[in-house]
Nanobody, 120 residues
């Protein structure tokens, strides 16, 4: 299974892109999911997460601007980003713990990064 993240690009400050992260093949379920980001020259940092029950958590830097969500039917996780700031510029990565089959154990996967560049 591969995770395919997309939706990044060059965005003006204040913009509202949506990132998506989809499994490359049919899977049984997504348990938990999170988005991380890594700005140039910085360590990767956690941005947001969502658990199987739907509860979400956010880093203080993105709270009230970003929304993580999931579509179980499409096996896809989203990150709606609103009111982008230049400091949001980074490569964004999804991290998903999923079960490929009903009898399989949850396994964690990382998606390839999608670059978001915010211009002022």
């Amino acid at each position: 299974v591969q995770l395919q993240a997309c939706g990044g690009g060059l965005v003006q400050a204040g913009g509202s892109p949506r990132l998506s992260c989809a499994a490359s093949e049919n899977i049984f379920s997504i348990n938990t999911a999170a988005w991380y980001r890594q700005a140039p020259g910085k360590v990767r940092e956690w941005v947001a997460s969502i658990v199987s029950g739907g509860a979400t958590n956010y880093a203080d830097s993105v709270k009230d601007r970003f929304t993580i969500s999931r579509d179980n039917a499409k096996n896809t996780v989203y990150l709606q980003m609103n009111n982008l700031k230049t400091e949001d510029t980074a490569d964004y990565f999804c991290n998903v713990r999923l079960r490929i089959h009903a009898g399989s154990r949850p396994t964690q996967y990382w998606g390839r990064g999608t670059e978001v560049t915010v211009s002022s």
